[in-house]
């Protein structure tokens, strides 16, 4: 009977973890400056967002006329400890922005659905990422 019970923690709790019943969120790697997803809680597809060499930035963009994946669907962003993310509504850079610094100690996860951020909720179409 308790070996029953432990096959099924096993199989139930990895399933927890990736966030069923919950956040798959994890560490942004130190080569990363942040990880954005498709949907809340860091679920859905992943892009990693490279970190730039010292004192630049890593830029992204999506115009309409060249991609449709990722562009209008980013719903949670983590950013790495000592970073900072801006997201823009429109291509180009343009539009309205949000920013999200990491302090040094900790990583920063944030879901687009939140009150400060929900005017880029599945509607960002560029970013820039600083360390
Ligand atoms: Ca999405
Ligand atoms: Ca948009």
């Known amino acids: 009977m308790y070996s029953i019970v432990l ?8 399933a927890a973890q990736a966030g069923i019943f919950g956040s ?19 679920g859905g597809w992943k892009l990693e967002i490279p970190k730039a060499a010292r004192g630049k930035s890593t830029r992204m963009d999506w115009p309409w006329y060249a991609s449709f994946w990722y562009r209008n ?18 291509h180009g850079f343009d539009g309205k922005s949000i920013s999200i610094a990491a302090g040094g100690r900790r990583d920063k996860r944030i879901n687009t659905k939140e009150d400060e951020y929900d005017d880029l909720h599945e509607d960002i179409e560029s970013l820039e990422c600083r360390c």
């Open 7 to 14: 096959v099924c923690l096993a199989v139930v709790l990895p």
């Open 73 to 90: 669907d980013i719903e949670s962003i983590s950013v790495r400890k000592g970073c900072t993310f801006t997201g823009w509504d429109d």
């Open 24 to 42: 798959s969120c994890v560490e942004v790697p130190a080569n990363l400056c942040a990880i954005v997803y498709d949907e809340s809680n860091c």
